[in-house]
């Protein structure tokens, strides 16, 4: 424990609790002399001080053009992730306008999926996930032969590629024609398994078209029958001692139920659909992280507190907003800044129609009329007392 003289210190001291509790567990069970006790204090103090914003400082302003300029800096490339040579993620500009825009779909989605202690280690049990995971069609799981004499789509299941990949061959033959009707949306056939000679046999219920049969036999071959129809392809790779598991395509719903996936760390690059899983905090966080990492992997710094004062203003109504006229610019109270930023004259038109009223309280508003903006010091009124109020002072 610490001297009872240095718990006194920290409780003197005008910091945070957080910051008090951090000093504590850093320095509970070491040797510090009250001096050098005190001078830590002293330079956590002033370091706190010296960060925290002025009053009435246009931090809105500043935000942008810190993250705006450096921006012009960044590449308009598509590249490499993370070493995974195989698969291709948007960075650079692209990736950074994704983020702003609150993108439903980015342009390339993709996990990085982590593992829990009982798979990380093993190569096999890691392989068995990502069989779990990735979208497997059912012609990789054997032969698919067109019978146009007989006007039937036969499928010859390998026993040897089903028993690796750990799926049973009455599953496939249930899971095919359930998924033919369910997510590709046919449903003229009909389909008939025998399972001992692993074999399914699909007949079109019109027999007397050749097309029907080549549209069905197209239907069977891309079904996926094991693994997230989201995810087409999954990358096993070991980094600092364990097993990741790296995919082209996102499913968090999906990816989270499956046994073996360690759920705290894994991540997609789909911002929304974070805030539809894990909801509006967890999607801020995720913004935060990945306008940093995009920033970061371009070799630009941008403090964290501009980033953080953008991704709080996109989710601050409890959904993920883009920053543009069908986001946080276009749902502005005043009608001048709305009318600024885009398509000018519906702005003015509309609010000319609807009688609203601007109070001038905002920086572009001010600046459009030509009279100084309320921050900083535009914010500070000086007013001169009249002579008959002087006090006895003459003041």
Not at 180 to 199: L, M, P
Not at 260 to 270: E, I, P
């Amino acid at each position: 424990m610490l001297p009872p003289e240095m718990e006194s210190a920290i409780d003197a001291a005008a910091l945070p609790d957080l910051t008090k509790k951090q000093i504590r567990d850093t320095l509970d069970g070491k040797t510090v002399t009250e001096e050098e006790f005190a001078k830590i204090l002293r330079l956590v103090e002033g370091e706190f001080k010296s960060t925290r914003i002025e009053p009435l400082e246009a931090v809105g302003v500043i935000a942008a053009q810190s993250i705006g300029e450096p921006g012009t800096q960044m590449t308009m490339r598509t590249f490499h992730y993370a070493g995974v040579a195989e698969i291709n993620v948007t960075l650079g500009l692209p990736r950074l306008i994704e983020i702003m825009d609150a993108r439903r779909e980015p342009s390339t989605p993709t996990m990085t999926v982590h593992l829990s202690d009982e798979y990380n280690n093993d190569r096999d049990k890691a392989r068995m996930v990502s069989w779990q995971i990735e979208a497997a069609p059912l012609h990789e799981f054997g032969d698919i032969i067109t019978d146009m004499e007989n006007m039937q789509v036969l499928v010859k299941l390998n026993k040897a590629v089903c028993e690796k990949r750990k799926i049973s061959v009455d599953v496939v033959s249930e899971t095919a024609p359930r998924k033919i009707r369910e997510r590709r949306h046919y449903r003229d056939f009909e389909a008939e398994a025998n399972i001992d000679e692993a074999i399914i046999t699909f007949t079109p219920k019109d027999r007397e078209s050749y097309q029907n049969l080549f549209q069905l036999a197209e239907h069977v071959r891309n079904v996926i029958v094991q693994g997230i129809d989201d995810i087409e392809r999954v990358v096993v790779r070991k980094e600092s001692g364990e097993y990741i598991l790296y995919t082209e395509g996102s499913n968090l719903k999906d990816v989270f139920e499956v046994a073996g996936v360690d759920t705290s760390r894994t991540r997609t690059n789909n911002i929304s659909e974070i805030s539809q899983v894990l909801g509006i905090e967890a999607a801020r966080n995720a913004i935060i992280a990945e306008a940093l990492s995009t920033l970061g992997e371009q070799g630009i710094r941008v403090d964290v507190r501009h980033i953080m004062l953008v991704s709080d203003m996109m989710c601050m109504d409890g959904e993920v907003k883009q920053i543009g006229r069908h986001g946080i610019a276009g749902e502005k109270e005043s009608v001048l800044s709305r009318a600024a930023f885009e398509v000018t004259v519906n702005h003015l038109l509309d609010a000319a129609v609807a009688n609203e009223v601007d109070e001038l309280n905002g920086v572009t508003e001010n600046v459009i009329v030509g009279q100084p903006i309320q921050l900083g010091t535009g914010d500070v009124k000086l007013i001169a007392r009249p002579r008959n109020q002087e006090n006895s002072n003459g003041f």
